[in-house]
């Protein structure tokens, strides 16, 4: 059984930074890509970034481009998102997705975390 747990949300100014990780159970971590998304109140789910198994290849939302990083340590199963200049739009619920493939669609991406709530007041 896989399972994703999501830590280090919380609140934020305008401008600050937040670290979130996903710590990954079972033994293949290493062979699956990535992703973060994110649902903000009202809206559909989206794409945040996504990783590639070997860390060799990286994809990031316009949105965030610039200002978050997504990285992975395949020993200690986890996978982070660096979030700096954070605006109140990065407001939301952001998940932790494994696929197959890397990959924007949340369709493809089998395994989700529960979902850590970021919130950026101005």
């Known amino acids: 059984q896989v399972q994703l747990e999501e830590s280090g949300g919380g609140l934020v100014q305008a401008g600050g930074s937040l670290r979130l990780s996903c710590v990954a159970s079972?033994?293949?971590?290493?062979?699956?890509?990535m992703g973060w998304f994110r649902q903000a109140p009202g809206k559909e789910r989206e794409f945040v970034a996504a990783i590639t198994w070997s860390a060799g290849i990286t994809n990031y939302a316009n949105a965030v481009k610039g200002r978050f990083t997504i990285s992975r340590d395949n020993a200690k199963n986890t996978v982070y998102l660096q979030m700096n200049s954070l605006e109140p739009e990065d407001t939301a619920i952001y998940y932790c997705a494994r696929a197959e493939v890397m990959s924007q669609s949340p369709l493809a991406y089998s395994y989700w975390g529960r979902g850590n709530q970021v919130t950026v007041s101005s």
């Open positions: 079972g033994r293949t971590f290493s062979s699956y890509s």
